[in-house]
């Protein structure tokens, strides 16, 4: 099994920046993606970040494109300028060549205005 660990959320004021990261443990899968969602209470889950991991391409949602960062190493995301509107639970996604598809627990993000 593999189990995908989250580290760097915390609570910034608006305009601050936090980094997150995304740590696999346990069974060896081969990558086919890395993503970054977010769920805000009371909200749908939205998909903020994707690196594909052979090409390095990524994709971001329009709402932090210009702010945020995804990167191969952990994949870890960079948040600049954060906004009020980003407060919310960050999950990483790994998505495994096989079709295997795999979750982190989640770590808060909280920007204060």
């Known amino acids: 099994q593999v189990q995908l660990v989250e580290s760097g959320g915390g609570s910034v004021q608006a305009g601050g920046s936090l980094r997150l990261s995304c740590v696999a443990s346990g069974a060896k899968y081969s990558s086919y993606s890395m993503a970054w969602f977010r769920q805000a209470p009371g909200k749908e889950r939205e998909r903020v970040a994707t690196i594909y991991t052979d090409t390095g391409i990524t994709d971001y949602a329009d709402s932090v494109k210009g702010r945020f960062t995804i990167s191969q190493d952990n994949a870890t995301l960079q948040m600049n300028g954060l906004k009020p509107e980003d407060t919310a639970m960050y999950y990483c996604?790994?998505?495994?060549?096989?079709?295997?598809?795999?979750w982190g627990q989640g770590a808060q993000v909280t920007v204060s205005a």
């Open positions: 996604k790994a998505v495994a060549r096989n079709g295997g598809v795999y």
